[in-house]
T-cell receptor, first 115, second 113 residues
């Protein structure tokens, strides 16, 4: 069945360094790719998203790239800060207009930023 | 102050007991969702509702039931048939179900006594 693979499962970086998290999806009908940040004991919060007609999107220190041909997308965080430490989830989504509702989440990446 | 609220924050279930988790949103969203999150894992869809008085099973619906009598509310009942209910339960909503952004509540942690 459809799935989303997310790597790495754990990532440790020094404050100020960059962090990159990668996801690969299998459903070619996916057309919306959000990224969520989840802090301990809280619900996930959307941090950035990208649609299938766009190759790259940036919001301050966060950027997402999408390669539809290869079916993978990545989250890039520059100048990391200790408050960036959290679990990050990617997701691949399509609505019923392209064949039935489906959002599939990756397993998550636990990011540690060391001060 | 708009958003999604879930209650309670922690819930304890005794064996054989049904428990209900509350989810309310005042965002005027049509679609609502329930996910289960186990430690170190991603989110798995239990049920979703595209519109009032309609809901669909997700990937792991067995042992759960829902209702959608009002647009703002989508309660989840964990029945005694769910043999491994200990998990973190997340409710979400979106404007519609056409792959739009889902906004999550703070979650309810369910523990079995």
């Amino acid at each position: 069945g459809e799935n989303v693979e997310q790597h790495p499962s754990t990532l440790s970086v020094q404050e100020g360094d960059s962090a990159v998290i990668k996801c690969t999806y299998s459903d070619s009908a996916s057309n919306y790719f959000p990224w969520y940040k989840q802090e301990l004991g809280k619900g996930p919060q959307l941090i950035i998203d990208i649609r299938s007609n766009v190759g790259e999107k940036k919001d301050q220190r966060i950027a997402v790239t999408l390669n539809k041909t290869a079916k993978h997308f990545s989250l890039h965080i520059t100048e990391t800060q200790p408050e960036d430490s959290a679990v990050y989830f990617c997701a691949a989504s399509r609505g019923p207009v392209t064949g039935g509702f489906k959002t599939i989440f990756g397993a998550g990446t636990r990011l540690f930023v060391k001060a | 102050d708009g958003g999604i609220t879930q209650s309670p924050k922690y819930l304890f279930r005794k064996e054989g007991q049904n428990v209900t988790l509350s989810c309310e949103q005042n965002l005027n969203h049509d679609a609502m969702y329930w996910y289960r999150q186990d430690p170190g894992q991603g989110l798995r869809l239990i049920y979703y509702s595209q519109i009032v008085n309609d809901f669909q099973k997700g990937d792991i619906a067995e042992g759960y039931s829902v209702s959608r009598e009002k647009k703002e509310s989508f309660p989840l009942t964990v029945t005694s048939a769910q043999k491994n209910p200990t998990a973190f339960y997340l409710c979400a909503s979106s404007v519609n179900d056409r792959g739009e952004t889902q906004y999550f509540g703070p979650g309810t942690r369910l523990l079995v006594l």
